[in-house]
């Protein structure tokens, strides 16, 4: 796997952990993620934004990626 799907695919991976683990249902409730940093860029936040968004072309895509079934293939143990 190249490193820029294995980064987006772990990106997912954490920001969905919280429903994955019934912490939640829903990925904008749970207050401990960077989720929300992402998504709403007037909100005050540590996180370097740019360097995350460059692989989805908008927001939108953004927050699309994150609602669909990702195959966390990386977590296979050979």
Do not use: C
Not at 5 to 10: D, G, H, T
Not at 20 to 42: L, P, R, V
């Amino acid at each position: 796997m190249n490193d820029e799907r294995y980064l987006i695919k772990l990106f997912h991976y954490i920001h969905n952990n919280p429903i994955s683990h019934g912490f939640t249902t829903n990925i904008e409730d749970w207050k401990y993620s960077s989720y929300q940093a992402y998504t709403n860029s007037k909100k005050s936040s540590k996180i370097e934004r740019n360097e995350m968004m460059q692989y989805f072309d908008t927001v939108d895509n953004f927050i699309e990626y994150h609602k669909s079934n990702v195959e966390y293939d990386f977590l296979l143990i050979e």
